[in-house]
């Protein structure tokens, strides 16, 4: 597996002058919302330090981009940034995926390869999905965290390393480590210090400004008009719970921007995984106006209440204090698929 090659993350002179930039997000993190920045905020706060740090998020909410950030933002920008998804990795080449070996050190080592932690060298190597780590390899990680050593497979001398360590995860790893699938030493080392990626639906005033990004994106691709959101379309795109978070909401308006639905609210009135309706024309009466207003606080309602629960009826009932069964009804009649928000 080829690391990936760290891109230009920042314009030149992003570093020239630090109070100027003081207030603004870092390049490539789009928000102006509270929640966000809180989170910009700690990134700023971790980025000057050299600790291994973990990061907490919900699929999809940015916890690549957030690490990029504190990577780049720190004294190691002008160093590599190398991303690794540890759920890619096959268990028995762990190891020599992050310390790399030479020719011959086991049967298929026909030539020989340079490891991950070599690539990252006075960087950041960026573990995501570290829950996803086998046994072996959560040992193998905890054995180089320890003091920072490791032999590449086939040599015998040690090797020191100088890269920063961030772990990214979108389960608990408190629940997991007391499942029993997670070691607690492990999590251990790797929370030396904690950045929390919040979900979109924390992040409602931030919907518009990604909205109007990702259609400049996707319009000049292309060779479209890009779209102007009607205001309408905006509230509806707010009222969505977005359970896969900021990369759903890009592949919405992606489809939006092709399907060229995006001044037409009505038209994306529904769960934005499906089609689009055909948009009516005219102002509704009063009374189609509110039932409207109504069935959008109760789809809104149940998608939130769904995300938080992870597509638990049961714990959804009890939290919204009404009965399964009359929670099970507003969900079919809305057409909310709990499936949709229960981890894979």
């Known amino acids: 597996m080829k690391p990936e090659p760290s891109p230009p993350f920042e314009p030149p002179g992003f570093h020239r002058d630090r109070a100027a930039d003081a207030d603004r997000p870092p390049q490539g993190l ?9 989170m910009v905020a700690d990134i700023r706060m971790l980025a000057r330090t050299d600790a291994p740090a973990l990061l907490d998020g919900e699929t999809g909410s940015g916890k690549e981009l957030a690490a990029r950030a504190i990577h780049y933002l720190g004294e190691r920008r002008s160093r590599p940034f190398v991303p690794v998804n540890c759920g890619a990795i096959p268990e028995a080449l762990f190891e020599s995926e992050l310390f790399g070996h030479v020719r011959g050190a086991f049967t298929d080592a026909r030539a020989p390869r340079t490891g991950l932690v070599c690539h990252a060298e006075g960087g950041t190597l960026f573990l995501d999905e570290i829950d996803t780590l086998p046994p072996k390899g959560q040992v193998v990680l905890l054995r180089f965290l320890q003091d920072r050593r490791y032999r590449v497979l086939g040599q015998s001398q040690e090797t020191v390393s100088d890269a920063r360590i961030l772990a990214a995860s979108n389960r608990c790893l408190e629940d997991e480590a007391a ?14 210090l904690r950045l929390r990626v919040p979900p979109l639906r924390e992040r409602g005033d931030d919907v518009p400004l990604l909205c109007r990004h990702f259609a400049r994106i996707y319009a000049g691709r292309y060779g479209l008009p890009c779209p ?3 205001p309408q379309a905006l509230a509806r795109l707010q009222a969505q719970a977005w359970p896969g978070n900021v990369r759903e909401l890009e592949n919405a308006v992606h489809r939006m921007v092709l399907q060229g639905v995006a001044e037409q609210p009505e038209a994306y009135a529904g769960d934005p995984a499906q089609p689009p309706t055909t948009a009516h024309h005219g102002p509704a009466s009063f009374r189609d106006a509110k039932a409207e207003a109504i069935a959008a606080f109760e789809r809104r309602y149940l998608c939130n209440v769904m995300a938080h629960t992870g597509g638990n009826v049961s714990a959804a009932a009890r939290l919204a204090q009404t009965d399964r069964r009359a929670l099970g009804r507003l969900l079919k009649k809305h057409g909310v698929d709990c499936d949709r928000y229960r981890n894979g």
């Open 179 to 192: 499942a029993g699938r997670f070691r607690s030493d492990l999590l251990y080392r790797l929370n030396i």
């Open 228 to 230: 102007e959101f009607a």
């Open 30 to 38: 789009l928000g102006a919302s509270p929640a966000f920045e809180r």
